[in-house]
């Protein structure tokens, strides 16, 4: 699959707090098509957007995630903790931004955060979200692409979603990355731009993978990548590329 060149990571999480609607508004705002989000379960098995498994850093609770339902948790404040602009912002609900998505042709990248022994649970919440958001609203497959730095949610996201295309979530590149993208049967890999090595990026992309790399905030060094054959990269900037309007396609 491709993607922009450019995905905003957690939305446009330099200018507005990570994993909200605002985060997510705002880089559309600013011309970009694509956006990494991370996907965790409440208690009651509602798909929500968030990264961390406590709420302490970017809410105003505290405690697990997954411990609290939707309802609990969509009263915190998901602002106030990034500047006093944004407070009432709201964690989303993964239906939420679905159907923002749909209404404003975007295109998601949805990395599976499951806490570890949760996955069924998070793989159905997520499976849920989606066959509701194919019936009632006009999101498309191919505005979907999932990830994960964990294998078996790759897996059970196939068995749900067999259309949909999968990337692999890790550090550096593994010795093996090829052979596990091909037992996932993944598309491509994601990886961390400081661990980027040479050799293993030309030998991916000989065999056909898209390579993205997270997280970069400098524009030099998203250009050194793009030299190297590497596809995309997410930022928290979404201006990073000197403006210029990326289009998915
Ligand atoms: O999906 C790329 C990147 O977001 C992975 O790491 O911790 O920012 O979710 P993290
Ligand atoms: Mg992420």
New binding site residues.
């Given amino acids: 699959m491709q993607t922009s060149s450019l995905i905003c990571?957690?939305g446009a999480s330099a200018m507005a707090p990570e994993n909200t609607l605002q985060a997510f508004e705002l880089a559309r705002q600013h011309g970009q098509r694509w956006l990494?989000m991370?996907v965790a379960v409440s208690a009651d098995g509602e798909a929500v957007i968030f990264?961390d498994e406590i709420l302490r850093r970017c809410t105003n609770g505290s405690g697990w995630l997954i411990r609290q339902s939707l309802a609990e948790l969509k009263a915190l404040d998901a602002g106030s903790w990034f500047s006093e602009q944004f407070t009432g912002a709201t964690i989303p609900a993964l239906t939420e931004v679905l159907d923002w998505a749909a209404r404003h042709h975007m295109f998601l990248?949805l990395?599976i955060?499951p806490v570890l022994g949760r996955e069924p649970e998070t793989a159905a919440a997520i499976h849920r979200a989606l066959e509701w958001a194919f019936e009632h609203t006009a999101l498309q497959a191919d505005q979907i692409l999932f990830?994960s730095f964990n294998p078996l949610s790759l897996q059970l996201a196939r068995e749900c979603h067999p259309g949909l295309q999968r990337a692999l979530?890790t550090e550096a590149i593994a010795v093996d990355a090829a052979a596990r993208l091909a037992a996932l049967q993944c598309e491509g890999l994601?990886f961390c731009a400081e661990l980027v090595d040479e050799v293993a990026v030309a030998e991916l992309k000989s065999l056909g993978y898209q390579l993205r790399c997270?997280?970069v905030n400098s524009a030099i060094q998203a250009e050194s990548l793009f030299n190297m054959g590497i596809d995309a990269v997410?930022s928290d900037y979404p201006a990073l590329l000197s403006g210029a309007s990326e289009t998915a396609r």
Avoid: V
């Fill in positions: 990571h957690r990494e991370d990264h990248n990395e955060k990830s979530l994601h997270y997280t997410f």
